[in-house]
């Protein structure tokens, strides 16, 4: 199993991801989705740190995934912080910016 | 020398100045006037002493006014030659006369309003006299334009007659529209000839050192007379400018503005002698205008229009004659026209100052009532109709002589009508308003004294210079044997017609008038002119600008607008786009991306 | 070299009066204009001594430098020549006329002195600065306060929304202070995107790494590079000076402003262009000049006729002045197109003649319309028994405007003849004769309307100008006749500023 297929998998994890973002309505489900991004950027990391025989894309994909966490916590708070304003984490009514 | 003449052009500027400058002496009225006749009359003295001196050759003196890199680009000076300083006696000796005359005049003025018609009066004799002593066209041209202004200014002096305000317009309207000739002129001559001095300009004409080509900037050059000098077709300022107080007739539009194109003409002569075809327009415009204008003067009935056309008439004249290529006729009858017609107009400014009217309809045995003014108009009129031996008898001689030589019989019976209708409109007033049987209103009286001793000055002067012609025999440039009789005939024709119809009413004037119809219906109505002259004024240039004003504000203006109006309206729009979703926003970098991707496959 | 930096201080008076007044004259009117008034008569005074101490002989005098960015050649530098001192002379009178006629301001009148102080400095700054980019920068310091003026002190007119775009008119609400400032800022800002490019096009042309003017002077740039450069600063300054059809903004804006600004708008502002085009176009790049004279003189030649038409047709006695000022910058560039020396220095002379006669304009309309309030030509009517000084000087700013002699419009006018029938393109002198003839009938049409004839009947009892505003009316005058009787005081600096451009024209 070459570095193909791991790149592949990769680019179908990050698809879904992007899918879920752009899809779903519950915010929760979009944080879900940017964490099936994320979890791709790592796929690939780890892929090209065996390919390459490197450890420093080892090391990015454990600082992703620390980050990540940190991002799911402040992302989940603010989720909980909008519900309790506007009885709603549904994405389409979160429009305040509009022009 | 030059001392003296700067003496004569700079005490009537000093007045103006002190005047304009310092309000309370100007508002004083009386003081104001004091101060402006003193002067005139210290450069009437000056002017008198140089005149005297004989003269033995031309002076001439510079100084660089606008600086060029080689050499002044253009010089202001001083011009003196004979021609130039009978001018100046002329003009020095006219406004004094008018000035002192005003005194009276206009006592009816308030303080403030006397002090500005002398401040005006300073300003055009320093205007009028510089114009004289113009060593060069530029200066010729400043001072050309000073003295439209004065004109201007005193033809509105009495600014809140509606009438006086559009006459002073149209006169400075008209008389510019003839500058546009003569300052493209003189252009197109310091282009051809690299110079504006009529020193230089004389030495090469008389050296036959002028470029080929001139004739069309001579006729420019000679547009500015005939806006000047009233010439046809830009005469119809001068009747119109009559809304102006009768002395500022007399001296402005009788005596020397008038006449400033005249001079010019004769001033420049060496240069229009070399362009023939300008010489032969100048001839046949100025018998054309004398013909036209005295058909006109016939059917007046405002005494100061008939003595208006009447000056445009012997404008056309003076120009017949420098266009014949006698300069020296033609100045010498700007001359003894400037003193009578001077003359004629205080003595009728005396006949409505005494009886408030301008009509000679309303007047009537004015002779009885005012026998020194009679007697002077009388003078006047005689001298304008050319009787012997007064001044005007020479001073026409020598013009007729001169078309008559030059060989331009159309002009030449032009002129020889004009003389006949001259005389019958002039004697038309004088049995009119002097004589006659109706009897006019209130109880006239002669003119105070100040007014009555310019009046006998002038006609003794008329006189004089007709003695002296009688006695020398001067002015006559070998003229036929017949023409004296001929011309003395043609007067007393005129005079005849009118004793005829107007004193012994055995022709009635409405017979008369019947008899020349057209003539007459034209005449009435100045043959159109004016009317065409507001209508090219109306329809072309007040019609063009509504049209460019319509165009820059709905066209020009129009398409800037339009641009704005669509950005405005794109902005609103576009703002569209900002959802405020942000999931909206990672579909469009998501969908960017891959655009970018593909493209970048495509294009490698 | 000086040891005081004159200029430097004329520059910057205005700004640290405009400092002052912000800081210490909260609510005090009368301080705040005699703050005003001593701020800008330092710098008269200055601007004075330096026109009297101009040495014709010695090329760029008075001159300072401070190196700013020295890695990209950017310096504080200042000078004036022929070409530049007689325009800060210039400012320096309008301003001083300006802040006298502007003393019956009560809005705001801090907010408003300090703008029109800012303003000043820019003006000034742009006139003297010898250093490209620094040039640029207060360019657009002249430029940004006066969005604030009109929009805040300015006054709305009326235009009928009419024709084929009559909607765009409606939406971008045409006649309105608002909108007449937002166009003239929006259009200058245009302009200068083109000045700022071809700054910069010079500055890597001449690759010596400097904007000063002294260097660029010395750089012949490629005739291809000179030929598109030329054009950036044409079209650039040309909006500043109205060039058509980029005019539009200028009867707009010089109608809506205040009176002080309208007059340092139009007086100086205007001139402005017309001389970054002389200053930057022709005397750096004379071959670039020399390509497109036949379009620039064309188009002044539009510029004259067209104005003075278009100024008849306005039923606004503002809209009138402002096209009058289209019409007379025709002449001004005409002069410049010619490239001729005469036709130069009368373009030279008239910025200063018609910046010092549409000041006089501006004060006046002014006055009127403080005393009268109203602007409608077609209302009023003899007004000259109630003012006969305002219509006075009425009338001698029309007599300057139509080029009367003993009037400084006069000389300018003719030598610009002179230039056109000695240029390339001799049939120039045509239209621009024609124009004066024009500008005679609407100018005298509108003195006889306003001030001749019966009075108008809707009027109150109206008053000649006050103390303050004839200072304002009598200096203007004064200038206006005595560069009109002796114009040599003027063109002598002239004549030396052109010797260098007029040299670089030569083939």
């Not at chain 2, 005129?494 to 012994?504: D, F, N, R, S």
């Not at chain 3, 010079?202 to 030329?230: C, I, K």
Request: aromatic share 12%.
């Amino acid at each position: 199993m070459g570095l193909r297929m791991y790149v592949l998998l990769a680019a179908a994890v990050f698809a879904i991801g992007l899918f879920g973002v752009t899809t779903r309505r519950n915010a929760v489900g979009i944080l879900l989705g940017i964490e099936l991004m994320l979890n791709a950027v790592n796929i690939n990391f780890v892929a090209f740190a065996r390919y390459n025989a490197s450890v420093a894309g080892m090391v990015f994909a454990l600082f992703t995934i620390a980050i990540t966490v940190a991002e799911i916590a402040v992302g989940l708070a603010i989720v909980i912080a909008i519900f309790r304003v506007r009885k709603t984490v549904d994405a389409d009514h979160l429009d305040l910016l509009k022009g | 020398m030059t001392s003296l003449a700067l003496a004569v052009l700079g005490l009537p500027f000093l007045a103006f100045l002190l005047l304009a400058l310092a309000p309370p002496l100007r508002r004083h009225g009386r003081g104001a006037a004091l101060v402006s006749i003193a002067a005139i009359g210290g450069s009437l003295a000056a002017a008198l002493r140089l005149w005297l001196v004989p003269l033995e050759a031309t002076v001439v003196r510079r100084w660089e006014w606008i600086p060029a890199e080689d050499g002044p680009l253009v010089s202001v000076g001083l011009y003196i030659d004979p021609v130039g300083l009978a001018m100046l006696v002329l003009v020095t000796l006219v406004a004094f006369l008018v000035q002192v005359y005003s005194w009276a005049y206009l006592e009816g003025e308030t303080p403030p309003s006397l002090g500005r018609y002398y401040t005006y009066q300073s300003l055009f004799a320093f205007s009028m006299l510089g114009l004289v002593l113009a060593p060069n066209f530029v200066q010729m041209l400043i001072f050309w334009e000073l003295v439209g202004l004065c004109s201007y200014l005193l033809i509105g002096f009495w600014y809140d007659r509606p009438a006086a305000a559009r006459a002073a317009v149209k006169a400075f309207w008209t008389t510019r529209l003839g500058d546009v000739g003569f300052v493209t002129g003189i252009v197109l001559l310091w282009r051809a000839t690299g110079t504006f001095d009529f020193t230089a300009l004389f030495a090469a004409a008389a050296a036959h050192r002028l470029p080929a080509g001139l004739s069309l900037t001579m006729f420019l050059i000679y547009l500015g007379a005939v806006g000047k000098s009233a010439q046809f077709p830009l005469h119809i300022w001068l009747p119109d400018a009559m809304e102006g107080p009768t002395p500022v007739s007399a001296l402005i539009h009788a005596a020397t503005m008038v006449a400033a194109g005249v001079f010019m003409v004769t001033r420049a002569f060496p240069l229009f002698a070399a362009t023939p075809p300008v010489l032969g327009l100048i001839a046949w415009v100025g018998a054309f205008t004398a013909l036209l204008a005295a058909t006109m003067a016939c059917v007046e009935t405002d005494i100061k229009r008939v003595l208006a056309y009447s000056t445009v008439s012997q404008l056309g004249y003076m120009m017949a004659a420098a266009g014949a290529a006698a300069p020296q006729a033609a100045f010498f009858h700007l001359v003894t026209h400037g003193l009578f017609k001077a003359l004629l107009f205080l003595a009728a400014g005396a006949v409505i100052h005494a009886v408030g009217t301008n009509d000679i309809r309303e007047m009537g045995r004015l002779f009885y009532a005012l026998p020194q003014t009679g007697t002077v108009f009388l003078v006047g009129t005689l001298a304008l109709s050319g009787i012997w031996p007064l001044s005007g008898f020479f001073s026409k001689e020598a013009v007729l002589a001169a078309v008559w030589n030059a060989r331009l019989g159309v002009p030449f019976a032009m002129l020889a009508l004009t003389a006949l209708l001259t005389a019958a409109y002039m004697f038309r007033v004088v049995f009119l308003a002097f004589f006659g049987d109706r009897q006019p209103g209130g109880h006239p009286h002669d003119a105070p004294a100040v007014m009555a001793v310019p009046l006998w000055i002038l006609a003794i002067l008329t006189v004089a210079i007709g003695v002296r012609g009688a006695l020398t025999g001067e002015g006559g440039q070998s003229a036929p044997r017949w023409l004296p009789a001929v011309s003395l005939a043609l007067a007393a024709a005129g005079i005849g017609v009118a004793l005829v119809t107007y004193q012994l009413r055995l022709v009635s004037p409405a017979a008369l008038a019947r008899a020349l119809g057209p003539l007459d219906f034209m005449a009435r109505r100045r043959y159109g002119l004016d009317a065409a002259a507001a209508a090219v004024y109306r329809g072309l240039v007040f019609g063009l600008s509504r049209l460019i004003g319509w165009v820059d504000r709905y066209l020009v203006d129009g398409l800037v607008n339009v641009l704005s109006a669509w950005t405005l309206r794109a902005g609103d729009r576009l703002r569209r786009i900002q959802t405020g979703r942000a999931q909206d926003y990672v579909y469009g970098i998501a969908v960017g991306f891959l655009l970018l991707l593909i493209a970048s496959q495509i294009w490698r | 070299m000086t040891s005081v930096p004159v200029l430097s201080i004329v520059t910057w008076a205005p700004f640290v009066g405009a400092l002052l007044i912000m800081f210490t004259a909260r609510q005090r009117p009368l301080a705040v204009r005699l703050i005003a008034a001593t701020a800008t008569a330092i710098s008269a005074a200055l601007s004075v001594y330096v026109f009297l101490a101009f040495d014709p002989e010695a090329g760029f005098q008075f001159y300072e430098k401070l190196p700013l960015v020295p890695s990209l050649g950017v310096s504080y530098e200042l000078g004036v020549d022929g070409l530049n001192v007689l325009l800060v002379l210039l400012t320096s009178i309008i301003i001083v006329a300006g802040v006298f006629a502007s003393w019956t301001v009560t809005v705001r009148s801090q907010e408003f002195y300090a703008l029109l102080l800012a303003l000043v400095t820019g003006v000034y700054g742009v006139f003297v600065s010898l250093d490209l980019l620094v040039f640029f920068l207060f360019y657009e310091l002249a430029v940004l306060p006066m969005y604030l003026l009109i929009g805040i002190w300015g006054s709305s007119g009326e235009v009928r929304p009419r024709g084929l775009f009559a909607w765009a008119f409606r939406a971008t609400g045409v006649g309105t202070k608002e909108y007449a400032a937002m166009k003239l800022t929006l259009y200058l800002l245009f302009g200068s995107a083109f000045i700022l490019v071809g700054i910069f096009a010079l500055y890597v042309s001449a690759g010596n790494a400097s904007f000063s003017f002294l260097d660029a002077e010395m750089t012949a740039f490629d005739p291809a590079l000179q030929r598109w450069v030329f054009l950036a600063f044409y079209v650039g300054f040309g909006i500043l000076a109205g060039i058509w059809p980029l005019h539009t903004w200028s009867p707009d804006g010089h109608a809506s402003a205040p009176t002080a600004v309208s007059m340092l708008h139009a007086g100086v502002l205007m001139k402005l262009g017309a001389y970054g085009i002389v200053r930057l176009g022709i005397e750096l790049l004379p071959r670039g000049a020399s390509g497109w004279a036949s379009l620039v003189g064309t188009i002044a030649c539009l510029n004259i006729v067209y104005g003075a038409l278009a100024a008849m047709a306005q039923r606004d006695l503002k809209y009138v002045i402002a096209y009058s000022s289209v019409s007379h910058m025709g002449i001004v560039m005409l002069g410049a197109a010619t490239l001729t020396e005469a036709g130069l220095g009368g373009a030279l002379f008239q910025m200063f003649a018609h910046g010092i006669m549409t000041g006089l304009f501006f004060a006046l309309v002014g006055l009127v319309y403080e005393k009268a309030h109203s602007r409608e030509i077609a209302r009023m009517g003899g007004f000259g028994r109630a003012m006969p000084g305002i219509a006075t000087a009425f009338t001698l700013a029309g007599l300057s405007s139509l080029g009367l002699p003993a009037t400084a419009g006069f000389v300018a006018e003719f030598m610009t003849f002179l230039g056109a029938w000695r240029s390339a393109h001799p049939w120039w002198l045509f239209p621009a004769v024609a124009g004066t003839f024009l500008t005679a009938v609407y100018i005298l049409r509108v003195a006889k309307q306003i001030f001749w004839a019966a009075a108008a009947p809707d009027f109150p009892p109206l008053a000649d100008a006050r103390g303050p505003e004839w200072v304002a009316l009598a200096l203007l005058s004064f200038v206006l006749v005595f560069f009109g009787m002796l114009p040599a005081l003027a063109l002598g600096p002239i004549e030396s500023g052109l010797a260098p451009v007029l040299l670089r024209l030569l083939p």
